[in-house]
């Protein structure tokens, strides 16, 4: 099988200490599950390859390269954090179901996110929700009732039992995938307007309005060679 590289996107995963990025990412990519923490520091970048589309006639399949940013230890995460956040095409954001305050620190992600990221990508940018360690049904404390102000796509996920993780992943990837191939469109048809434009502009010279621009003459100073004292001549003073 042959594939076709078709676009990379770089997904961003944020949220509170402890709360199962890493679980979550490794689920996904590696099919584990480990009931350790991670004592990792700092960035880590995660590749998985995404296949869509039916086969053409080659027998070439598309393929997306999804690049998931995990991150460990915040102090170190402050100084890297514009360069982390550049260029993000999805935002997750996760809180654990069990622990009210990374739940009560969504906000703080997501401004974090913002603060680093211009307005118009921010406008752009998917970011979803992933509520993690559902199959500790005993001791949640976070209700659904609680996340649904929230306006963006929510999951719940397990990355012990692997619930919804799979999914969760496939339907964000999803749609970024429908979102920037929407405004791929979009660019192509700006691109082309203005090529249309200029070149109605190069059939039509009278449509172009010539402006040339005189050299000022500083007539009273020019001939003892300084313009030290220009504010004092006719032109300029
Ligand atoms: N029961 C259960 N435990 C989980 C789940 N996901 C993660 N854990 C546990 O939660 C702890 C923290 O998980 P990590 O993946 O290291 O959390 P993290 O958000 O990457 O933490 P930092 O990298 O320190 O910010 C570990 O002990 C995991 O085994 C889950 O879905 N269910
Ligand atoms: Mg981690």
Same mark, same amino acid.
């Not at 360690?133 to 649904?148: A, G, Q, Y």
């Given at each position: 099988m042959l594939f076709k590289e078709v676009e990379k996107c770089k997904i961003l995963v944020l949220g509170d200490p402890k709360v199962g990025k890493t679980a979550l990412i490794r689920r996904l990519s590696e099919y584990t599950f480990d009931e350790e923490e991670t004592h990792k520091v700092g960035i880590d970048v995660v590749k998985k390859h995404v296949t869509f589309g039916k086969n053409n006639k080659d027998n070439i399949k598309k393929r997306f390269t999804i690049e998931i940013w995990d991150t460990t230890n915040q102090a170190e995460f402050q100084s890297l954090s514009s360069g982390f956040y550049r260029n993000a095409d999805g935002v997750i954001i996760c809180f654990d179901l069990t622990n009210y305050e990374s739940f009560s620190?969504? %906000? @703080?992600?997501?401004?974090? @996110?913002? !603060?680093? #990221?211009?307005?118009? !990508? =921010? /406008?752009?940018?998917?970011?979803?929700?992933?509520?993690? !360690?559902? %199959?500790? #049904? %005993?001791?949640?404390? =976070? #209700?659904? /009732?609680?996340?649904?102000?929230?306006e963006m796509d929510k999951y719940k996920t397990s990355a012990k039992t692997g619930e919804n993780v799979e999914e969760a992943f496939k339907d964000f990837i999803k749609k970024i995938w429908m979102l920037k191939r929407a405004q791929k469109k979009e660019r192509d048809k700006n691109r082309d307007k203005n090529k249309e434009k200029e070149k109605s502009e190069e059939n039509d010279p009278g449509s172009r309005q010539v402006i040339t621009l005189q050299p000022q003459k500083h007539q009273k100073f020019e001939d003892k060679g300084s313009m030290a004292d220009c504010s004092k001549c006719f032109t300029c003073g």
């Open positions: 620190n969504i %906000d @703080y992600w997501r401004n974090n @996110y913002e !603060k680093f #990221t211009p307005p118009q !990508k =921010v /406008k752009e940018t998917p970011i979803a929700l992933f509520a993690t !360690k559902c %199959d500790l #049904t %005993d001791d949640i404390s =976070v #209700t659904s /009732k609680m996340i649904e102000d929230f």
